[in-house]
């Protein structure tokens, strides 16, 4: 399917310009030190955010994929969360594996395909929320399209939302993260936490055990950078109660509802409006702040 993403953030499309051995997260990991000094973060210009990390070249999502984007320049690291069956984070696009990992040819796995409901529409596959982190680190991660370079298919398999992170703070300067809180309501129906947490509070709390919080450009911010994002409003405003870094609501084609609200583009801003003015004391950092373009065509 052909793709033109549209963002009202200014998005660098990272392209490969050098070579990469097999596994470079672990040479990175085990040379840097995540508290030496750095260079900090160029805040003066425009962010390059590597969208899915370089995925033009490397399968998305991967840890091959940010460290060569971290290698090009970007400032961001952009990422999906989703869940597995037992609670755990991980870095993946789309709540099926079919389309970027070997899961249809894992004979084990047959038996696992199930039809859910997704944003009102009936989707067949093996869904991540199915499968326990172990199953999941089993699989092997492939280009989504036939015209991105093959040759890496196969040599990486998914990350956890810890060790995205991990990859940032390992950088040899500041690396920002750009976390996409994916399909709450569909994790939060078919995967449980104890205490009665939800996967909003599941993703604050790895955010802040690494530390991550702080209004945008604070002396936290700038020491680790991050914006959080979503195309769930009601998400988006859970979270502004318990963090306050920035946000921001993304939104689709103009017929295309929200995740959650079940609202196309012309009624989101009126609902975050409304949401500020019955809500006149919420400090400021309490609400998503920045809509932006996410669209696919």
């Known amino acids: 399917m052909d793709s033109l993403w549209h963002a009202s953030v200014i998005v660098l499309v990272l392209l490969f310009i050098g070579g990469s051995d097999a596994n470079p997260a672990a040479r990175r990991h085990s040379q840097l030190d995540v ?24 399968p998305e999502e991967t840890a091959a994929a940010y460290l060569r984007a971290i290698d090009e320049g970007a400032d961001f690291i952009e990422t999906d969360i989703l869940a597995s069956e037992d609670g755990h984070l991980i870095c993946f696009h ?18 696992r395909k199930r039809t859910y409901e997704v944003q009102g529409v009936n ?7 199915d499968f326990t982190l172990r199953e999941l680190k089993s699989l092997r991660v492939k ?4 015209f991105r370079d093959q040759q890496y298919n196969g040599k990486y398999n998914i990350l956890t939302f810890d060790e995205f992170i991990l990859i940032a703070l390992h950088a040899d ?6 976390p996409e809180i994916k399909n709450p309501i569909f994790i939060n129906q078919h995967v449980k936490w104890s205490g009665g947490k939800k996967f909003e509070d599941k993703f604050v709390e790895t955010l802040l055990k690494y530390g991550y919080k702080g209004k945008y450009m604070s002396e936290d911010w700038l020491m680790k950078p991050l ?66 373009s996410h669209t696919m065509k």
């Open 35 to 58: 508290n030496h000094k750095k260079q900090p973060l160029q805040t003066f210009r425009p962010y390059n955010i590597a969208h899915r990390g370089s995925n033009g070249e490397i």
């Open 143 to 146: 280009q989504r399209f036939s």
């Open 173 to 178: 300067r500041v690396v920002g993260i750009y």
């Open 227 to 292: 914006f959080i994002q979503s195309f769930a409003p009601t998400s988006l405003i859970y979270i502004s109660n318990i963090t306050n870094a920035p946000k921001l609501l993304l939104i689709d084609e103009t017929t295309v509802p929200t995740q959650d609200t079940n609202q196309v583009r012309s009624a989101v801003s009126p609902t975050f409006f409304l949401y500020q003015v019955h809500h006149p004391k919420t400090p400021s950092f309490q609400r998503p702040f920045l809509t932006c």
């Open 94 to 111: 789309d709540v099926t594996l079919d389309n970027t990992t070997d899961i249809a040819s894992r004979t084990e796995f047959a038996g």
């Open 123 to 129: 989707m067949t596959g093996w869904f991540t929320v």
